[in-house]
């Protein structure tokens, strides 16, 4: 276990790193010229990311299968955002889908 001493240090060289990250992107951004296919991809992978981070938190829970309700609900929110609803609708139709089937028994 580390001393208080070693969580600070770590805290400070945490926020430290992030910050570098933060200034880097402004920075050299000026200096380095990106060709359009690498931007292109950037662009692309940060989709595909995004898409993997909601196909596993919706479809698993831990190592296993989350259930049906779970990705129901997701795949309410999904439409609902794509057809534009306000964000505070998609959620709330999204938990009241999951939520509405788990009271029927659907797992």
């Known amino acids: 276990m580390l ?22 992107g402004p920075v050299l951004r000026s200096r380095i010229q990106l060709s359009p296919r690498v931007e292109k991809s950037f662009a692309v992978s940060a989709v ?5 981070l909601v196909a596993t938190s919706s479809l698993l829970e831990g190592a296993e299968f989350a259930g049906w309700a779970r990705p129901a ?4 929110g999904g439409v609902l955002a794509w057809k534009k609803a306000p964000f505070v609708v998609v959620v709330l139709a999204a938990g009241a889908t999951a939520a509405g089937l788990r009271l029927l028994g659907v797992p």
């Open 73 to 76: 609900g997701v795949a309410v």
């Open 3 to 24: 001393s208080p001493v070693g969580l600070v240090v770590a805290a400070v060289a945490l926020g430290a790193g992030t910050f570098a990250f933060r200034v880097a």
């Open 48 to 52: 595909v990311l995004l898409a993997a």
